[in-house]
C-alpha cells in the first residue's frame, strides 16, 4: 500500500504548474530535483528570486499582487533602462519589489522538516520555519530577510530621478547576485546533509527506525513518534555540526529573552542588505 | 518535578531583557501578557514593528544591523520633519526600513505551536511558521510579509528629493496602521482560540489527553505523540474554523503545485502593501 506521504508527492509531480510562469526557475532546477529525487522530500512551490514592478490601486493599503498590473518581471540581473522603460507604464503606484529565493519542501517526517529547516539557516535563510497541518502535512518554508521594497510612482506621476533608478537597479542586482550565492550555499548544504543522512542509513540497516521507514503510516502520525533513542543520538552529531554556523546572537529586537536559541533570534535580527 | 517546558518559562522570564529597548513595545504589552498567562505559552522575543532608518556601510552587500548606525527608531507613526533630521546625520548608506510585528512563542507541544500558527495566519501574518529544536524547544515565529525597504543615500549623499522623503513616510505611516489592526486581530483570533481550547478542556476533563497535560515529559519528546485519536477529533472541527479564512489561493508563484494548501501558498502571494 502507497502511504499517504508517497501519493502526496506522486499527485504533486505530476499535477499542472499553475504559477504564472508554468516552469521552475532555471537557477533552482538543480535543487528542486535533488529534492524530488529524494524519498522523504517533494517541493510543492519554488521562485529563484526575481526583481518585479507593480502597479497598485493608488491609496490603497491592502493590495493584492493578483489585482495589480505587473509592469516588470525579472529572475536575473536587469539594466535601469529596462525598469525606466517598464515605469513609464505606470498609472497608479508603482512599487519595485526585490523578492528572494522562496522554496516550499514538503517533508515526509517532522526530523526531516528540522533538517531541511537547519539547511536553509545555516544557509543564511533566516526567515525559514515549519507548517504542520492537522491532515499531517510537514512543510519546511525556506525564506530569507534580503528584500528590496521601494515606492516609485504615485498616481503615474515617478516619484524620483533617473540616477535614483540607475542607485537602486544596481543595489538590487547586487542583492540577486547575494541571493544566488546563497542559493548555492543552500545546495552544497543540502547535498552534504542528505549524503549524510544515506551513510547513517547505511550503517545501521537494521534499526527499528530504518524498518519504519518501509511502513504504511497514516497521514496524521509523525514517523519521528516511534523512533527510537539510539537513532536520536546518532543523529545528534550531525545536527550539531550543521547548526554551528547559526550560533550568534544579537540584540537589535524589541524585546528579547537573553538565552533564547539561535534560529529564533536570528530571525529577528535580519539582515541589513 | 517541574517539567522541561515550565522550567524553560519560568527561567526565560525571570530573565534580563537584553534588547536595545530592554522592554516590551506598548502596542503589544497585552499580547505578550496574555500568552505569558497561559500555561502552554511564553514569548521569547518581540517587537510591535518600528520604523528605522540605518546607515550602512558602503558598497557592503553582506551588512548585519548590529554593525550599522542606527539614525532613527520609531515605533509609532511619524512625521518626515523626523526622518530628515535623521537622515542629515548620513554618511554612509542609508536604508529606511518599515518592519512589521514580530513575536516568537515558545509552545509546551507541537499542537499549541500548530494552534498559534494557525491564529497568525488568520490574522493576516502569512511568513509565521515553526521551528523544533532537537532539545525539544517548539517555537511558533509570527511574522508577516508587509515592509519597506528603501535606500535613500549614497556615501552620504542624498538620493531623492524632500517630496518623496514625505510621500515615503506618508506610505510607512499607513503600513503602520494596518500592522496595529493586524496586531488587533491577531489578539482578539488569540482570545478566541485559547478560550474554545480551554472550553473543550472543561467539556472533556478525563480523557488521555488531559491527564498527559499533568506529566512530567522529558524535553524533547513531543507530547502529541501519546495523544489519543478521540482528540484529534474533538479538535478538528475547532481548527477547521480558524483556517477559513486562509483558503484563498492564487498563481503569482514561480512554480506552484496546483492543489497546495493554503498556508505555503499564501506564503508566497506575499500582500503588496
Known amino acids: 500500500m502507497e502511504t499517504a506521504f508517497s501519493q502526496w508527492k506522486r499527485q504533486c509531480l505530476n499535477k499542472l504548474d499553475v504559477s504564472k510562469k508554468g516552469s521552475v526557475d532555471e537557477d533552482i532546477v538543480h535543487i528542486v530535483s535533488l529534492l524530488n529525487s529524494w524519498d522523504n522530500y517533494f517541493t510543492t512551490s519554488s521562485c529563484s528570486g526575481r526583481l518585479i514592478l507593480i502597479d497598485g490601486v493608488p491609496q490603497s493599503a491592502e493590495v493584492h499582487k493578483q489585482n495589480c498590473v505587473w509592469l516588470f518581471v525579472s529572475h536575473q540581473k536587469c539594466s535601469s533602462d529596462d525598469l525606466m522603460a517598464a515605469l513609464a507604464k505606470s498609472s497608479g503606484d508603482a512599487v519595485m519589489k526585490f523578492e528572494p529565493f522562496i522554496l ?122 516511534q523512533r527510537e533513542e539510539g537513532e536520536e543520538t546518532n543523529k545528534a552529531s550531525v545536527y550539531k555540526r550543521r547548526r554551528k554556523r547559526g550560533q550568534q546572537v544579537g540584540t537589535d529586537c524589541c524585546n528579547v529573552d537573553a538565552d533564547s536559541s539561535p534560529p529564533e533570534l536570528e530571525d529577528c535580527l535580519d539582515l541589513f542588505t
Not at 106 to 116: F, T
Not at 163 to 174: H, K, M, S
Not at 196 to 225: M, V
Open 104 to 225: 516550499h519542501v514538503q517533508c515526509r517526517r517532522l526530523e526531516d522538516a528540522q533538517l531541511m529547516h537547519s539547511v536553509a539557516v545555516n544557509s543564511g535563510f533566516r526567515n525559514s520555519g515549519l507548517t504542520v497541518s492537522k491532515a499531517g502535512k510537514i512543510i519546511t518554508a525556506v525564506r530569507s530577510t534580503h528584500g528590496l521594497e521601494v515606492p516609485l510612482s504615485d498616481h503615474g506621476r515617478l516619484l524620483v530621478e533617473q540616477d535614483y533608478i540607475r542607485f537602486l537597479v544596481q543595489v538590487a542586482n547586487q542583492k540577486m547576485e547575494e541571493n544566488l550565492r546563497r542559493i548555492q550555499r543552500f545546495y552544497q548544504n543540502l547535498q552534504a546533509a542528505l549524503s549524510a543522512e544515506q551513510l547513517q542509513k547505511l550503517q545501521i540497516p537494521d534499526t527499528p527506525s530504518s524498518q519504519q521507514l518501509q511502513n504504511q503510516k497514516a497521514p496524521h502520525r509523525l514517523e519521528t513518534e
